[in-house]
């Protein structure tokens, strides 16, 4: 889709110019040339020479076969009566009742080729859009010129044809496939909408480079072939075009690989307009032959280049600081695309201007400009509103003569920062840089987008060679397409539907509400059908074929004037219960005067109560209509509230936060101005006539109205959707959180039998240590008795002790240490990380292996255990009667190898000796020689 951008080129006659598919195009622009294109509609295709013009498109350089547009300023409009469909609003700024009223100006129709020559000129505006009047603005078959239809409009033809593609509740699937020079692979049977792999090629390929089965027909809603483009748009474009002016979001896309006529099918050339240029004629052409409604038109023209969404409208320095964001809109599904420009234009002369602006920016963004155009994705979008035109020629008392002065550019009035501000949709602020049409007097607004995409090249998703080499330039947006339809395609079929990726990324997130159903889709998947892109043709015809099975259900947007409908609701209850009162007394009237057979009596009754039904559902529209601006076909509730999406990054859930605070900030500020005025009113005197009462009381009937409405919408446009977003929220959330308890609990039950284990512990190492203590005392007691090892005497020398009880103890000490039951133990559990509100005891810190998962803050202090402690001296003055010694201690420890001397106590200590006997008389084997 490259080459043929460059719209700023001069055209070559397509006969000098061979038909040159492959890239770099200019580098075969010596090839020899045929003249005759391959007609449209004959299979197979003929291998002779197309001389597809290599050279740009040119949109707005239609010179040859459409008539020069006429510039704006030249045109004189027809009928001075435009004002006349201006609705009456008060207290509104000037307007000049100027009787040679020119056609509405494209308000930024810049005065140059701007943007083309340097990323840093802006161009001019002749009108700031953002301060545009949309009343100014609007056309209608009025202000259409002839040279804006398209001559190659049969309307006969348009009123027999029957284009109702855009109604199926399906994809409409077309395949183009490109004339070649060389042998073709592919077998195409326009007349049967199939195409097939060549026989001769099925064989080689099945199973090797193309994926599906290559053997079967495939069957489309049209199969394409030849030059022409004015056959495709009438086949695969206009039924949708004519949708999108009927109200309906349309899409036209083409898909396909690299040098396969994407481009040449949606924008064209010179010779051949494509898609783009034909619908924009027929848009005009549309309006001229439907002279009952006006119409207000904005275009943007955006790209998505490596995930970046570029304003190609803005000025590049500004476009590439501030790229554009796809952020969640009020109802589900929706999108808003922000910042991006939106160019009114009421001319096709605006449009073509608009679209070279376009591509202006996009050439001078980029050097390599090939390669970008075959990977990046072009989007141009036509916002249409529309609404019925109206009879009524009090709208010309919609301005104030006096109060602003005239436009210098075209006659008709801008409003001044202080004059009359466009309000949005129903008086609110509807996101967007763009004017908008406001429903009025009854009338209603009908806004559609008609979306035309040139996709990039699909072999940068598809050619698996090409992945590995290029890997890093994989289409992201185009990945997602394929696995968004797919899903979209299986979820058509299946009653459980999974979830849809769509904000992977920017193109699906965009294409969002279209690819959810809204829309009326065509796809034309182009085909290069030579023998060496057989792989990527057959990738090409199974994405066909599974978009093809994409559901469908496009609804008209049709925002309504609430007053309007508020007051024939009224009319109809007040019909309705006068109907009601009738009936009702002449049910109640004697039975004399009424002979009525059972079954007239039943049909009565019946009609009375329909009438108290339609009572009832008119009286609840009313309040329905209060709140909702949007009522859509065969519906009347507001639309359900956006879910969120968990899946979005955290700047996109922020940016959604971000939209809906300000939201909510707008309509709380809503609240108070209401509140404010409504305060402000003076009472009303006693003494004030009572028409002055009653025109008081009406006023503040309908301040009270409006407030009801505010907060009726402040209800449903956050309260409701957030509550909503909670209920999925929790939800979402409830088995994760159930998981969450229950780990927890698991955890605390753990914590307490571990806190458990730790008392146990603490009580016996206390015991333990009071053991060690007594133990200790004793031995000391002992030694110092001269048990253990007697001090040396001239009459009785010691006997040899193998080390004295002291030596006992300190051996049976290093063994109770390096055995420690509790340090063990606590190894074993110290793979358990503990929660620092457990409640632990500074007894234990110590002894924790720090190396170990298991941490202990510090906050509890790291003492080192009372076994690794210095042992305190016993006292040396112990008297006999501490030596409570547990004998069973004595008794359990077969190591307190305590030497006791044959002559028992005896001649050693002789005061002590009753006392020693006397505690240790029990232990046998203390005192054998004793027992002995
Ligand atoms: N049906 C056709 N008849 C004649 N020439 C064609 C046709 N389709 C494409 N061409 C020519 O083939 C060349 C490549 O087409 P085009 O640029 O439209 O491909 P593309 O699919 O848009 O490529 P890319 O993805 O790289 O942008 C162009 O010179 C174009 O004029």
């Known amino acids: 889709m490259a080459s043929n951008r460059n719209s700023l080129i001069p055209s070559t006659p397509r006969s000098n110019i061979p038909f040159t598919p492959k890239r770099p195009l200019s580098a075969q622009s010596n090839a020899s040339s045929t003249s ?63 009787t040679t009223p020119s056609r509405p100006r494209t308000p930024n129709t810049p005065r140059s080729r701007a943007g083309a020559e340097s990323p840093f000129l802006v161009p001019t505006s002749e009108m700031d859009v953002s301060n545009v009047d949309p009343e100014q603005v609007l056309v209608d078959y009025q202000t259409v010129e002839a040279g804006d239809v ?53 064989k080689s390929t099945a199973n090797t480079t193309a994926p599906g089965n290559t053997n079967s027909d495939f069957n489309f809603d049209a199969v394409l072939t030849g030059t022409p483009n004015k056959p495709i748009y009438t086949t695969v474009g206009r039924s949708h075009v004519q949708a999108a002016m009927e109200g309906y979001n349309a899409v036209i896309f083409a898909y396909g690989q690299t040098a396969s006529g994407k481009t040449f099918t949606l924008s064209g050339d010179e010779e051949e307009p494509g898609i783009i240029p034909r619908a924009m004629r027929d848009v005009f052409g549309f309006i001229r032959r439907t002279p009952e409604r006006e119409y207000l038109l904005r275009c ?27 952020l969640g809109g009020a109802g589900a599904g929706e999108v808003i695309l922000a910042p991006l420009r939106e160019e009114v234009v009421t001319s096709l002369k605006g449009v073509q201007d608009v679209l070279k602006r376009g591509e202006g920016n996009r050439r001078t963004a980029c050097t390599d400009w090939n390669e970008r155009s075959s990977r990046s994705h072009s989007v141009f979008r036509l916002v249409i509103e529309s609404r019925e035109r109206s009879s009524s020629m009090d709208d010309d008392d919609d301005y104030d003569v006096h109060s602003t002065p005239a436009h210098p550019m075209n006659g008709r009035h801008t409003p001044g920062p202080s004059g009359r501000q466009t309000p949005g949709l129903n008086g609110r602020q509807t996101p967007g840089p763009g004017p908008r049409l406001q429903a009025r007097g009854g009338r209603s607004v009908q806004t559609s987008v008609l979306s035309l995409i040139d996709l990039a090249g699909s072999e940068k998703a598809t050619s698996d ?79 066909a074929r599974r978009i093809k099975s994409v559901k469908l259900d496009a609804k008209k947007k049709e925002v309504v004037d609430t007053d309007a409908l508020i007051e024939r609701y009224r009319k109809e209850i007040e019909e309705l219960k ?16 009424r002979r009525l057979s059972a079954r007239d009596k039943m049909d009565e009754t019946n009609a009375v109560r329909d009438l108290n039904t339609r009572i009832k559902q008119l009286t609840k529209l009313i309040l329905t209509s209060n709140s909702v601006d949007e009522v859509k076909e065969g519906e009347s509730r507001p639309s359900s509230p956006q879910k969120i999406d968990f899946d979005m990054s955290p700047y996109q859930l922020q940016q959604e936060l971000l939209a809906a605070r300000h939201q909510l900030e707008t309509q709380a500020t809503q609240i108070l101005s209401l509140e404010a005025a ?255």
């Open 36 to 98: 005759g294109a391959s007609s449209y509609h004959t299979a197979p295709i003929e291998p002779k020479s197309i001389s597809r013009a290599n050279m740009p498109v040119l949109l707005n350089t239609t010179h040859k076969k459409y008539k020069a547009p006429l510039s704006v300023e030249s045109r004189p409009k027809h009928k001075s009566s435009k004002s006349a469909t201006l609705a009456p609003i008060p207290s509104t700024p000037t307007k000049s009742r100027d």
């Open 150 to 202: 398209s001559g190659e409009i049969d309307e006969a033809w348009l009123k027999a044809a029957k284009l109702d593609h855009g109604k199926h509740d399906k994809v409409m699937v077309s395949i183009r496939v490109r004339p070649t020079e060389a042998t073709s692979a592919w077998v195409p049977s326009p007349s049967t909408n199939s195409i097939k792999l060549d026989p001769t090629y099925a």
């Open 300 to 326: 943007s023209y955006l790209e998505i280049y490596n995930e970046t969404v570029v304003d190609l409208l803005a000025p590049p320095v500004m476009a590439k600081a501030n790229p554009v964001q796809i």
């Open 465 to 543: 060679k090409e992945r590995t080499r290029e890997g890093k330039y994989i289409n992201t947006s185009l990945l997602t397409l394929g696995t968004v339809i797919s899903t979209l395609a299986d979820n058509a079929s299946k009653t459980n539907q999974a979830h849809v990726p769509f904000r992977n990324s920017k193109l699906t997130r965009m294409l969002q509400p279209s690819l959810s159903g809204n829309a009326r889709i065509s796809v034309i998947c182009t085909i290069n059908p030579d023998v060496s892109a057989i792989a990527e043709s057959t990738s090409t015809l199974l994405f």
């Open 578 to 593: 006068k109907r009601l009162d009738e009936k009702e007394r002449e049910l109640e009237a004697p039975v004399k005067n």
């Open 678 to 932: 409504l305060q402000a009113r003076p009472p009303i005197p006693t003494s004030a006539p009572e028409e002055e009462k009653d025109r008081l009381i009406t006023e503040q009937a309908k301040t009270i109205r409006e407030l009801e409405i505010v907060v009726a919408g402040y209800e449903q446009n956050l309260g409701e959707p957030l509550r909503k977003v909670k209920e999925d929220v929790e939800k979402e959330f409830e088995d994760r959180l159930a998981e969450e308890k229950r780990m927890r609990e698991e955890k605390e039950r753990w914590a307490e039998e571990l806190v458990k284990a730790l008392e146990k512990e603490k009580q016996a190492r206390v015991k333990l240590e009071e053991e060690r203590r007594a133990l200790a005392a004793f031995v000391s007691k002992f030694d110092s008795l001269g048990l253990g090892i007697a001090p040396p005497s001239k009459l009785r020398p010691p006997m040899p002790t193998p080390g004295g009880a002291m030596t006992a103890y300190e051996r049976r000490q290093s063994r109770s240490s390096s055995n420690s039951s509790i340090s063990s133990r606590l190894a074993r559990i110290s793979d358990v990380t503990i929660k620092e509100d457990i409640p632990l005891t500074e007894d234990f810190t110590g002894m924790t292996d720090m190396s170990s998962p298991m941490r202990i803050s510090d906050k509890y202090g790291v003492h080192p255990s009372l076994l690794d402690q210095d042992m305190p001296e016993p006292a040396v003055d112990m008297s006999f009667d501490e030596l409570e010694v547990e004998r069973e201690l004595l008794a359990v420890d077969p190591n307190a190898s305590i030497y006791i001397p044959a002559s028992g106590l005896k001649g050693i200590f002789p005061e002590s000796k009753p006392k020693a006997r006397e505690v240790l008389g029990d232990k046998e084997n203390f005192f054998p020689s004793t027992r002995a």
